[in-house]
T-cell receptor, first 118, second 118 residues
């Protein structure tokens, strides 16, 4: 029988190209954002983070851009390599709690599959 | 080496049986989390614990139970009440769960346990 399920957004690039992965978040009160990389059968790995008081942050070969006006986050990977092939998740942190105690909670996006062709 | 370990990597269960997934961290983190990941989907929060002897339900807690008797351990029991338990289970930890101004909530993930119900 036919299986039905969600299909993640996909991005295919050639080795050496730049990649841009996008993410829309939902909570305007979110104050901290993280990008994770997940390889098949493994747990997510931290790539880069950004606070809500910034609009750009750079790491090694990666840049995260934050547009709070439209609640949009992007991850740019420079000179993409085959080892970058993975699923990429964005996560937003928002505070919640009651009685004067606040806790942070991460909410993960659906993910984007990045495939890099040699 | 510091990190998060999960065991076993693969687990098979017969319908109607309870099963417990192990998660241990030696990062001295206060907060620990359990997520469920289904094929082609993002992470959904099952339970979380901010400190020892305290835990809270996440978004999909029905059919699951946890305990937090020690800071380094946060086992998850998948009970027979969970109707569709086959999934990839991820444990994570963070320095602290509090999201008060300027606090990170970067979560570090274990390698995951793939549970299959036969």
């Amino acid at each position: 029988g036919e299986s039905v399920g969600l299909h993640l957004p996909t991005l295919s690039v050639q080795e050496g190209d730049n990649s841009i992965i996008n993410c829309a978040y939902s909570n305007s009160a979110s104050d901290y954002f993280i990008w994770y990389k997940q390889e098949s059968g493994k747990g997510p790995q931290f790539i880069i983070d950004i606070r809500s008081n910034m609009d750009k942050r750079q790491g090694q070969r990666v840049t995260v851009l934050l547009n709070k006006t439209v609640k949009h986050l992007s991850l740019q990977i420079a000179a993409t390599q085959p080892g970058d092939s993975a699923v990429y998740f964005c996560a937003e942190n928002s505070d919640f709690g009651a009685g004067g105690t606040s806790y942070g909670k991460l909410t993960f996006g659906q993910g984007t599959i990045l495939t890099v062709h040699p | 080496d510091g990190g998060i370990t999960q065991s076993p990597k693969y687990l098979f269960r017969k319908e109607g049986q309870n099963v417990t997934l192990s998660c241990e961290q030696n990062l001295n983190h206060d907060a620990m989390y359990w997520y469920r990941q289904d094929p082609g989907q993002g992470l959904r929060l099952i339970y979380y614990s901010q400190i020892v002897n305290d835990f809270q339900k996440g978004d999909i807690a029905e059919g699951y139970s946890v305990s937090r008797e020690k800071k380094e351990s946060f086992p998850l029991t998948v009970t027979s009440a969970q109707k569709n338990p086959t999934a990839f289970y991820l444990c994570a930890s963070s320095i602290e769960g509090r999201g008060t101004g300027g606090t990170h909530n970067e979560q570090f993930f274990g390698p995951g346990t793939r549970l299959t119900v036969l």
